[in-house]
Every structure is written in structure tokens, then in C-alpha cells.
């Protein structure tokens, strides 16, 4: 109803965002209302705060932009869903080369993928749980986190991230690894915290990242005019 897009609460959390009927405007723009679920107020600043807050990822949402990153096997999407119904994002950091693709390159990844499952109403009641294998990690990946980088990822997963995070599965983390994730803990929500989960090498089910990432990568390359609708759009 009308009524649900005027409410201050939400308004409060606008800062410098247009009103609410601009952002439903917006929205509707941007192709995002195709699930059958009727999308909340506070739902859809989530969903448009993380694309104004991140102009360095949300600038190009065209898949070309992360062909690269993609099939290096960096990022998966399961195509069964976990025994609460959340969608399960995986990551393998091996397959990042911080030499060649930025932190912002690895979000942009994320936000596409967002941008795609957030249309299944299922995906927007249940939220997703995020797993990253950790095994691989370097310096050369720590130095990639600045404090700056390390704000902004504890900014989009409290503030603005458009799908609930309901779990962050850490697996194979090496020692140094700790030191990044202290740069990044103070900045976020305790609810956050409460969800991120370091299981070291004792994460029992085997992740076969090959078959994964390329069914996903296939899912995000046929879904190239929708996303360069979204990306022309946000301009």
C-alpha cells in the first residue's frame, strides 16, 4: 500500500538517497519487482543503498566484467538450497589473483549474483548462507584489504546488502587470514558476528568448485541483457 512507503523509520535510513517514491521508481526501472513477493520498503533501500554506496562495483554490472574472475572458479552458487531454504554462495580465494582482480572485482560478483537470485521469492523470505574456502590465502591478498576495503565490506554486509545473510562459513582459514578479519570485526553489527562461523579444517563436506562455478558462470552469461539493463539503469 501507499502507506508502507511513507513510514519515517525508513525514511530515517534514507540519508542521502532519494525519497521513496523515486526509489520505487527506481526499482521498477531496474526490472527488480519480477518475484511474486511484494518487496518491503526497508527491502528495497537495502537493495538500492548497496548499489549507491558501491559506485566502484555497481558502475558495471555487465557479466564482461567479471568474465575473467569467473572462470578462474572463483564463485559458485549451489544449485540445492540449504535445510532452512537459503541459497548457498561459495567462494574459493585460491582462484583470486590479487595481481589481477581488485576486492571490488570479488564484490562485483557478489552484487550480480544478488542481482540475479533476488528475483526467486524464496531467496528474498530465506536469505542466503555465504561459504569461503579460505585455503590459498596470502599476503598478497591481505595487502589487497585496506581499512578503507575493510569498512566498506562490513558496510554492505550490515547496512546494505539486498538478501538477509543469515550464516558466513569460513573454512580452511590460515593464521594470517586472523589478522585481516580483526580489521573488519570492529566495524560490524554484533547480529553479524553472531553469524560469521571460522570452522578451520574441520569443514566436512567437500567442495568441488570446477563443476560449480561453470554452471554458475553459464547461469550469469545467459542472463548478460537483463544484467547490462541493470547496469545501464544505476548510471
Known amino acids: ?26 526499482a521498477w526501472e531496474a526490472a527488480v519487482l519480477l518475484a511474486p513477493l ?5 527491502f528495497l533501500l537495502r537493495f538500492l543503498r548497496w548499489r549507491a554506496e558501491c559506485p566502484e562495483i555497481s ?7 567479471i568474465t575473467g574472475l569467473l572462470k578462474a ?9 540449504d535445510p532452512t531454504g537459503s541459497k548457498v554462495l561459495i567462494y574459493g580465494i585460491a582462484h583470486w589473483d590479487p595481481k589481477v582482480f581488485s576486492p571490488y572485482d570479488v564484490f562485483r560478483v557478489s552484487l550480480i549474483t544478488s542481482e540475479l537470485i533476488v528475483q526467486e521469492a524464496e531467496a528474498q523470505r530465506n536469505g542466503i548462507e555465504a561459504i569461503f574456502d579460505l585455503e590459498g590465502w596470502q ?48 566495524f560490524l553489527t554484533e547480529k553479524i558476528k553472531e553469524r560469521i562461523h571460522m570452522h ?21 552469461m545467459k542472463s548478460e541483457g537483463y544484467l547490462s539493463s541493470i547496469s545501464e539503469s544505476i548510471q
Open 73 to 81: 572458479g572463483c564463485h559458485g552458487v549451489l544449485r540445492s538450497r
Open 1 to 26: 500500500s501507499s502507506k508502507a512507503w511513507s513510514r519515517p523509520s525508513a525514511g530515517q535510513q534514507l540519508n542521502a538517497l532519494p525519497d521513496h517514491l523515486q526509489l520505487r521508481r527506481r
Open 200 to 220: 578451520g579444517n574441520n569443514y566436512k563436506q567437500k567442495l568441488y568448485m570446477g563443476d560449480i562455478c561453470q554452471e554458475w558462470t553459464n547461469s550469469i
Open 59 to 65: 558502475a558495471d554490472l555487465h557479466p564482461r566484467s
Open 38 to 42: 511484494q518487496l518491503t520498503d526497508s
Open 139 to 186: 599476503f598478497s591478498h591481505a595487502f589487497q584489504i585496506t581499512p578503507s576495503v575493510a569498512k566498506k565490506i562490513a558496510a554492505v554486509l550490515t547496512d546494505s546488502f539486498p538478501l538477509k545473510v543469515r550464516g558466513i562459513h569460513l573454512i580452511n582459514e590460515p593464521v594470517i587470514f586472523h589478522a585481516v578479519f580483526s580489521m573488519i570485526k570492529p
